[in-house]
Every structure is written in structure tokens, then in C-alpha cells.
């Protein structure tokens, strides 16, 4: 079965530096999103993107954070000057189409900041 | 008006008991509710979803009710089994856009 992928699985990084989280989505799928979990919390969405262009972002998804789809297949979520407060699980999910469509997720990334 | 509150935060069942999850929103624009299975260590996968124009929808032993006037709905697993143990998380979006509000999450165990 086709599976959302993620890299890496988990990162460690000091605080202030930028980091890229990367995700291979479902190949048929157009549309993409990033959400966050921290630790003992509920899933929070962070952004969807859709023909290259963010289609939808949440309160947390400040100019912190940008998204991009380099090629036909990654996309991915840099993080600039990171803040002990971003350490989370990121998950990457794909959907076939848009609004009140399945979403499939990724087995995320650990992002640790130290 | 966002929220999607879901009860209770954990829950312990025997075999064979059939576990109940609930959950209430208030936006009446939510209009696809999906419910997420995650095991430690995973991503949430998608275990079955719901629309408000049915009151029932069952997939195999997951069985969500949806009670649109009350605006809840609900997750019941039937002859649960040890491996069902995982959180679930339920959760609402609606037809203008695609950003998924979850609930708070419940650990079910279900021991043997």
C-alpha cells in the first residue's frame, strides 16, 4: 500500500539554527499538509499547500516557518531560527484531493531542540 | 469555536468489551469527520470516516454514530482485542478547507 514518507526520523538541532524536515507524499496525491504534536498533545495543523502555493495555515505557521515542493515528488518544511517551544513530532500527510478528502499521514519527524 | 473535545483520555476494556469514544464540536460547518488510529511511535492512520448526512457508518468492528442536533459523534469498537491498543484521535474539517482540528486523543488498553 502507498505510504507518506519521512526524513529524518528523528533530528536534533541547537537552538537558533534552521532546520528542513522532508516528506515524499503518496505519488498521486496533490495536495499536502504539515501538522505538529507535541508531547502528550493533540495533533495541531500547521499548513496545506496545493499547486505549489500554500492553500490554507494555522495561527502557528509564522514567517518562522516556510514550506516548499522542490521537485515533482519531496516536500518539505524549513524552520528557521528554532526555538526550544518547535521540539515536536511533524507529520507530513497527502490526500488525493482537497477539503473532506482523506488524509494520509507519515510516520513523522522527532525534532529536538537543544 | 474550532474545538473538537473528546472524552474520556483513557480508557481500559477487556477482551472482547466494546470500548466507546466520544466526541462534540461546536462549528456547524464541520462536515467530515474522520477517526485516526496511532500507535506509539506512528503516524495517525485513518481508520474510518463519517459524513452528516448518515447517523451510522460501520468498517468492519469500528462503527461511528453521528448525532448531528447534539453535534457529536462517536467511535465504538466491537470484540475489542489487545491489539486495538493505541490512541485514537477523533477529528472535524470542513468542505472550504483542509485543515483537520483534532480532538484531545484517547489511550485505549484493552487487556487480555
Known amino acids: 500500500e502507498p505510504e507518506v514518507t519521512q526524513t529524518p526520523s528523528h533530528q536534533v538541532t541547537q537552538m537558533g539554527q534552521e532546520v528542513i524536515l522532508r516528506c515524499v507524499p503518496i505519488?498521486?496525491?496533490?495536495?499536502f499538509y504539515w501538522y505538529r504534536q507535541i508531547l502528550g498533545q493533540k495533533v495541531e495543523f500547521l499548513v496545506s499547500?496545493?499547486?505549489?502555493?500554500?492553500?490554507?495555515k494555522s495561527e502557528i505557521f509564522d514567517d518562522q516557518f516556510s514550506v516548499e515542493r522542490p521537485d515533482g515528488s519531496n516536500f518539505t518544511l524549513k524552520i528557521r531560527s528554532t526555538k526550544l517551544e518547535d521540539s515536536a513530532m511533524y507529520f507530513c500527510?497527502?490526500?488525493?484531493?482537497?477539503?473532506?478528502?482523506?488524509?494520509?499521514f507519515g510516520d513523522g519527524t522527532r525534532l529536538s531542540i537543544l | 469555536q474550532q474545538q473538537v473535545k473528546q472524552s474520556p483520555q483513557s480508557l481500559i476494556v477487556q477482551k472482547g468489551g466494546i470500548p466507546i469514544i466520544n466526541c462534540a464540536y461546536e462549528?456547524?460547518?464541520?462536515?467530515?469527520f474522520p477517526w485516526y488510529q496511532q500507535f506509539p511511535g506512528k503516524g495517525p492512520a485513518l481508520l474510518i470516516a463519517?459524513?452528516?448526512?448518515?447517523s451510522e457508518k460501520k468498517e468492519g468492528r469500528f462503527t461511528i454514530s453521528f448525532n448531528k442536533s447534539a453535534k457529536q459523534f462517536s467511535l465504538h469498537i466491537m470484540d475489542s482485542q489487545p491489539g486495538d491498543s493505541a490512541t485514537y484521535f477523533c477529528?472535524?474539517?470542513?468542505?472550504?478547507?483542509?485543515?483537520?482540528?483534532f480532538g484531545g486523543g484517547t489511550r485505549l488498553m484493552v487487556k487480555p
Open positions: 500527510a497527502s490526500s488525493e484531493q482537497g477539503p473532506g478528502q482523506p488524509q494520509h
Open positions: 505519488s498521486n496525491h496533490l495536495y
Open positions: 499547500f496545493y499547486n505549489n502555493e500554500i492553500s490554507e
Open positions: 462549528n456547524t460547518a464541520f462536515d467530515y
Open positions: 463519517i459524513r452528516p448526512d448518515v
Open positions: 477529528a472535524a474539517s470542513n468542505n472550504a478547507g483542509n485543515m483537520l482540528t
